[in-house]
């Protein structure tokens, strides 16, 4: 292997190495196998441009073609794309997919599921760094800078994934691939200083000379130095930041599970912000079950699972807020604003739940209000948002749900709406905590607040008509692609998309209902679920859900549902018993339910609240599909196949233009024309022409560097002789050479078969006698720009004699 091809080879492995480090990001590495075949191919296509050789221009724009081509036949048709032609199919349909991935990136939390937006964005990432790599470390020989694009690379994977246990795995796989990319390219420059450094028997005047020696008595090659150097400054990397715990947090620092800063025993919840994991959670392709639980409880409807309660809207985002925590007790105390008889009337019931191995949430899912909770590990209490949450078990560790299996009782709590409607006022101090908002808050939001609930006179009935604004009457749309939006702002732009997914809902109401003076925070957590045959209960990721509480003195923080999605509980005490003209009052569903959800606002007025609840009546007419959005049209098949074949007989172009010229040559009968055949059948296999000697010294140079045998020696000189009776014979004499086209075949199947197999093949792809065919064209272009120069030197002399004329 040539020192060149070693390097290409080290410059794409590098690449591979270094791409390792993006595999955290998805759920699959199939993506990496597709990436490093198209690297493959694209390398190959480098190297062999550079044995032309091409410019280096030609050669970078070679390779990104060959990669886009590889690219489209891999990615086609999988973006929906609405082009007609083939040009405007794959620009659409690239344009699509890519935007498809960027979503992708934005929803799913890491790993992400390996969809083909973010397929492509990865496979497309890998070649981009592995065509510059391939540029700076071979076309332009400077492997040191190609470290700069490996670097970005592995910046942006680690920086995403966030480090963990397999960050030091990922930056070792890099460091040595760049390393041997280096060790590589010196030495393929060390080899072209000749043979002294390469080790030999020690003796005087290698030690005069000053290049150490090994134990053996053999001179220590800088390679052999450099690749201990290599694993030195390596294994330094590793181990030093381990035994200085002080500088974590670098390169290779762990970034602890992604809940945010740690808390040890006593010490404090950290904010959390859960929007990218539940919208991902909402859109997870497998929909796997990350709970299954059972539990006596009379109204599993109810049952919702709850993580934690986001209590601060600081203009940014809604987050929880800092809270001590303390020991788990052993009968947690009853929770805030709860008492007289809605207390009196809870029942507890009882929950056994167990949690899936591929589930490390650090806040334990738990029926809201817990009494008691029996689990294993280490937990800690916080009692505000009544959580609890994994204690630290070590440096970056800390204890969560994952796989456990714990018993939780908890409040049946049965409020009615006649207690909710005459609660007093609630305390001064949570009233004053929990109706905060930020200074910046757009005035829309109490505007559109105190618009919708015009004319009520109590807190649970402006709750009832919040709730019924978003989920009945308001013409919201449930979307779980709409984007998730931080800032005061979002609100805003969410009441006036009118589309979005539960954080919105519960954000928005919350944030209203704080206007309105009415004490209000956001819960995350699961809905009940979906019960087995066997009396369990899984809970999967698509369960995942955020809603509103609202504090009311004697009944304490309460759940409303504002979400209009399918599978979502009203609570009963949410629906007051008043005629039944009121909005929120239940009627039966209509034998029409069946008509698929609607895609803009209903304008019906016949439509029950509980049927527009679930998106079931009062359908919009669905939009016409865009022309071509079912597939590609016969001229985009036609377009990819045309496209296709030319990709295949793209390297067959020269051995064509061969066949079809030695047919040609060969058929005239012409002696001349047969000689210029065999001459360039020599040439192909490295015998270069030489126009200065006779036909028979040319034929014996042909017989001696091509190897011939006997057989094959003997067709050559028969057509060098032909050349010469030709040449030599009397003006109009007629001279035929029957089995000439027989020679120069016979001829030329010795000169194959004396040359190796590469060389055969290059002879047949590559042809050395194609260069003929530039300078013809070179020739031609000569005559063309003298022709029409002479003619622009006529036409100016003769413009000037006309005009004295």
Known sequence: MSGRARVTLFAALATLLTSWSLVPLVETAGWLLQAALLLGVQCTVGAGARRVPLARSLTVAAQLLVSLLLLAILFGGKGGSTGTGPMAYLVTDFGALFRQGVRDVSTFAIPAPLTDGIRLLLVTGVLLVGLLVDLLAVTVRTAAAAGLPLLALYSVAAGLSGGGNASWISFLLAGCGYLMLLLAEGRDRLAQWGRVFGGGARDRTTAASGLGAGAGGQVTAPVRTGR???????????????????????????????????????GTISAVNPLVSLQSSLNAPDNRVVLKYRTDSPQQGDQYLRILALDEFNGVKWEASGRTLIDVPERMPDPPGLGGPVLKSATEVRTSISAADSYTQRYLPMPYPATSVDIGGKWRFEPVGRTLVGDQLGKDRFQNVQGAMYTVRSLLLKPTAQQLQKAPEPDSVIKAEYTKLPDNLPPVVADTARSVTQGAKDDYTRAVKLQDFFAVNGGFRYNTRTASGTGPQAVARFLADKEGFCIHFAFSMAAMSRS????????????????????????????????????????????????????????????????????????????????????????????????????????AAPKPAASGGGGPSATAVLGWTAGVAALLGLPLL??????????????????????????????????????????????????????????AAGAVHRVAGALERALYAPPGTEVSYPGLADDVLLARAGLLAGVGRPARLRSLLLPRSAARLSWALIRRWSALTSSVSARLAALRLRLPLRGRG
Request: aromatic residues 4%.
């Open 228 to 266: 201990r150097i290599g694993a030195v400054a390596l294994g330094l990397a590793l181990v030093v930041p381990a035994a200085l715990p002080a500088l974590g947090g670098g390169m290779l620092g762990a970034a602890g599970d992604g809940d945010g800063a740690g808390s040890g025993a006593g």
């Open 516 to 619: 309105l003076g009415i004490p209000a925070r956001v819960a995350v957590g699961f809905t009940p679920g979906e019960a087995q045959s066997d009396g369990s209960v899984n809970v999967s990721m698509r369960d995942a859900h955020a809603w509103p509480e609202l504090y009311f003195e004697g009944v304490g923080w309460t759940r409303f549902e504002p979400t209009p999605r399918s599978g979502i509980t009203v609570p009963d005490y949410s629906r007051p018993q008043v005629p039944a003209a009121q909005p929120s009052a239940p009627t039966p569903l209509p034998s029409t339910s069946a008509v698929a959800p609607s895609a803009a606002p209903s304008k019906s007025d016949d439509c029950p609240p509980e049927a527009k609840k679930l998106g079931e009546c009062g359908a």
């Open 654 to 711: 020269p051995l064509l233009w061969r066949s079809r010229l030695r047919a040609r040559r060969l058929g005239t009968g012409e002696v001349p024309a047969a000689w210029r055949e065999l001459g360039d059948a020599a040439w192909d296999v490295g015998v270069v022409p030489d126009e200065a000697l006779s036909p028979r010294r040319a034929a014996g140079r042909v017989v001696e560097l091509g190897r011939l045998e006997p057989e």
